[in-house]
Every structure is written in C-alpha cells, then in structure tokens.
C-alpha cells in the first residue's frame, strides 16, 4: 500500500448573476421620524451577509453611521420584488439597487436639511456620523434625526427613495450564437493538494492554496467567511456528496445525513486564501461578490490532483474511494505524475 | 395510549408536562416547553443540531426519550446565557464569524459546551474530536473551531 501525493489547479471565469429574461432586483428606503432608515427588500439572507452588506451600502450612500440602517428582508409581501438569492447575483443586484434607492433618499434628506438650516443643498455634506452640515462651515449643521423630524412633522416630505436595478436580456445572436449573460466577471484559481490512498481508494485533502477576485470586497469578514466555507463545500461536492445511489438500484440511495456523506470538522485541510479587489465599473462601491465561486474551482482542481497523484481520470461526482480504486485496478495500479 | 406526567430540570427551573409514551426529548422541549433553541435536523442522531446537555452530559434529543429525563437537568442553548449576556462561546461565535445559516449552531454551542465545562483548555485535536457529531453546511468548521478555541483561551490569548 502507498499513499500518493499530487498537486491540482483549477481556474475560474465566473459570470455574476444570470440571463433568464433579464435580471432585475429592486429595493426602498426610507427614514423613520427617529432618523434610522430602513431598507425594505425581499431579498433573502441565507446565512451570506446579504443583510449586512446592503446595511453597508446604503449607509455609505446616505452618510449615515450603518447603526442609523435597519435592512427588513425575505418577505415577498412586504418587501419590492427581487429574483433569489442566487447566482452570486446578491451584492451586485441588490446592492445596486438599494444604493440607488439611498441615493434618492439622500437626495430628499439633503432638501430637507437645507430647508431647515437655510442653504442651497447642493453646500450641504454628511459627516457619516449623523450630521449634516454646511460644506466648510462645520457648526452650521443639523442632525440626521432633527432632519427626519422636521420632514415629517415640519415640511411634510417623505425622505424616501427607490431604487431597481436591472440587467436586460440579452438575447442570442441567431447567426453568431453571441450573447452576454452576465456584465461583470469574477476570478478564481485554486491548488489542490491530495493524498490518495491506492489500496483504498480514499482521498484526503492535504491543503488547498486560492486566489479569489471578486471586486472589492465590501466586508472582508464575510467574504472570507465565505471562501473558507464554500471551499470546503466544493470539497464535499468533489469527494463526498451525492443524492445519485453508488450502486444501480435507486433505493440504495441516500435519504439522510446518516446516509448522505458531508465532511466532519476532521477531515478539514489548510486552506490559505489571497483575495484580489479589483473594483467592477458597475458594482455597488466596485464589489462583484464571491458567492458560488468560492466552491467552484475546488472540484476540478481536486479531480486533477488525484490524476496527479495516481494517474487516474476521474470525471463523474462525487470522486469516491470506489471510482478511484476502480480506475486503479483498470490501468494496472497507480501511475503517478511528474509534479511541475 | 395514556400520558404520563413527567418533572424535570429545564434550564434550571422545574417543569412538568404529560407525554406520549415514545416521544423524544426534542419534541417535548420544542412542542410542549416552547424551547425552540435544539433543532431538528435529522431526526436519528446523524447532524448534532438538536444537542442537549442532561445533567451535564452531552446528549441527542431527537434519539433521547423524554420519560428518561424524570427528575434529571436538562440545559438548552436557551439557557447558557446570563441574562442579557451572551455566554463566552456564545460572543466567541459571533465574534468569529461562526455561523453563516446558524441551523447547526444550537448543537454546535451545546457540544462545545460541554467539552469547557469538563476541558477548559482544549487543544485544537480536542475540539475537533468534540465536534465532530455535529455538521456544519457553511462554514467549513475552521470559524467554529477558532471560536471554541477563542472562548477557551478566555479572550486572553485571542489572535
């Protein structure tokens, strides 16, 4: 019995959002007379951050601290329409749109401030801490709050805004076959580093070395968080999971995560990450987001180090310990690659 | 099938409920207490997420019967914090970006629990090993485990 070492890459052209009839999300805000705002979506935060990164933008939009901005989302009847959490289309879509909304609501509030402090709006500019004040006239200046205030009860004014974002349909070229489904695209390479045992078949995740570009990265917390997460997912895709039985009869198939393989917090590897930020000309603050990318590149770059490792081409997932052994056997045993 | 009267500890504080012969713990504390804090997942003790602690011990509730907890302490994720403040594991979670979902969360928290409460300096080996009952989908078990490990150290050696 031996254990081969052997190395994978992989990389990634990945389109942000999708093309099904034209792409749009939509989002409205507006300012409570407590002077927080509240960006109402129906955008569905499944855990990826879509909350705190459109609290962000629309923050950042309005000039207003992230604590003045409540985000009410997932529900479809309370909230203006969005397609799904899906695509990697979040940060970008929606985020687009609620800075447009923002936009439009800060434009209200910058009216309503200068009607109050007596100026044109155009001299008035936000502190990001909950004033507004005259352009190089600091002391001339209101709070956000006492804005929002006289708005409603003063000047009867909503500071509101909407905002919709949308990506048209491209249609196909009936000549060429040309379309652009997608107007901004994110990268990803990753090294996969395996060990395959070829008595058993089994393969283990040594480490794993990745580069994600991704636009800038509006909260680097979270897009770690999903890098490091969603690489192991690619992993579990490549090596664990599958709702297809390993042999023909369907009823030998799994139902349950007693049956259903994903890794344990045992079989995890290294996984050092860089993350590249190069600004999208029409991202929200230049972010195109790392949604599914981060498991993408994960799946072939493992497929291609266990052919480092052993010599064996396996193209059909999940890459179980059966298929490489299988493939093993089939070319006389493991022929290991010269490793660049 | 008649009900019978069962008394337990949950989260320190006595209560009393009738249940079916059969059910489960999780169901009892979930339908008939209102904890909602352990979660179904799997129903047959292969995800973690419905992790409870009986008298101190790490448990399953979904493959617990509730009449074997009679007169025994029975804590939840409901009741590790103090008040308005979050349990050390608890801020440690947030604090590493531990939870994307959160559905494993509540087993994940018990777990590791109960793995302080008998180790509070565990090595990196002995988290794994303590969590390792318990599936995460998200997160690739790497923030957890740094949060664990964070809450054992006791914000002394946080890096």
Redesign the interface.
Same mark, same amino acid.
Do not use: K
């Given at each position: 019995m031996t254990r081969h070492r052997g190395r994978g890459i992989a990389s990634v052209n990945y389109p942000i959002g999708m093309n099904l009839g034209g792409d749009p999300s939509q989002a409205l805000v507006h300012s409570n007379p407590s002077g927080k705002f509240t960006v109402a979506l129906s955008s569905i935060d #499944?855990?990826?951050g879509m909350k705190s990164v459109t609290r962000q933008i629309c923050a950042e939009t309005l000039g207003v601290p992230v604590e003045d901005v409540y985000v009410d989302t997932a529900d479809s009847d309370t909230g203006p329409h969005c397609m799904g959490s899906f695509a990697s289309r979040g940060t970008h879509r929606v985020g687009n749109a609620v800075m447009a909304a923002a936009r439009e609501a800060r434009g209200v509030m910058m009216e309503a401030a200068a009607e109050e402090l007596e100026v044109n709006a155009a001299d008035l500019e936000t502190d990001g801490r909950g004033n507004i004040h005259v352009k190089g006239a600091p002391h001339r200046s209101i709070s956000t709050k006492d804005v929002a205030i006289a708005a409603q009860f003063k000047q009867g004014k909503t500071i509101s805004g909407r905002g919709i974002f949308l990506v048209p349909l491209s249609d196909v070229d009936p000549e060429t076959g040309e379309m652009s489904p997608a107007t901004c695209y994110a990268h990803a390479c990753l090294v996969a580093e395996v060990e395959v045992d070829d008595e058993t078949g089994e393969v283990d995740m040594v480490r794993m070395d990745s580069a994600y570009e991704l636009g800038r990265a509006l909260n680097p917390? #979270?897009v770690?968080?999903q890098l490091?997460?969603?690489?192991?997912?690619g992993v579990s895709h490549a090596l664990y999971e599958t709702p297809e039985p390993y042999y023909p009869e369907p009823v030998h198939g799994p139902r349950?995560?007693?049956e259903y393989l994903?890794p !344990?917090? !045992?079989d995890?590897c290294p996984?050092d990450i860089a993350v590249l930020e190069r600004p999208a000309p029409d991202g929200p603050f230049g972010a195109k987001g790392p949604g599914e990318m981060c498991a993408n590149p994960v799946l072939p770059a493992v497929a291609n180090a266990i052919f480092n490792a052993v010599g064996v081409r396996i193209d059909d997932l999940p890459i179980t310990p059966e298929k490489v052994l299988r493939a093993i056997q089939a070319q006389g045993g493991a022929r290991p690659q010269p490793r660049r | 099938m008649a009900k019978t009267a069962l008394q337990f500890q949950h989260n320190g504080r006595d209560v009393a409920i009738f249940v079916d012969g059969g059910t489960n713990l999780l169901v009892a504390l979930r339908e008939l207490i209102g904890d909602m804090t352990p979660k179904f997942?799997? &129903? =047959? %003790? &292969?995800?973690g997420t419905c992790s409870v602690l009986i008298d101190g011990e790490l448990h399953l509730s979904c493959l617990t019967l509730a009449e074997t907890v009679a007169g025994r302490s029975v804590e939840t994720l409901d009741g590790i914090k103090d008040g308005p403040n979050l349990h050390p594991l608890q801020r440690a979670f947030a604090d590493n970006?531990a939870? =994307?979902? &959160?559905y494993c969360t509540p087993g994940m928290l018990m777990a590791a629990k109960a793995l302080l409460d008998r180790n509070p300096q565990p090595s990196r080996a002995e988290v794994? @090993?303590a969590?390792?009952g318990?599936?995460?989908?998200?997160? %690739?078990? @790497?923030?957890?485990?740094n949060a664990v490990l964070a809450a054992a150290s006791g914000g002394r050696a946080r890096a």
């Open positions: #499944l855990g990826q917390r #979270l770690e968080q490091v997460g969603g690489a192991w997912m349950d995560f007693v994903m !344990g917090p !045992g995890i996984h | 997942g799997c &129903g =047959q %003790g &292969g995800c970006f939870a =994307q979902c &959160g794994i @090993e969590i390792s318990n599936i995460c989908r998200c997160t %690739g078990y @790497e923030p957890i485990i």
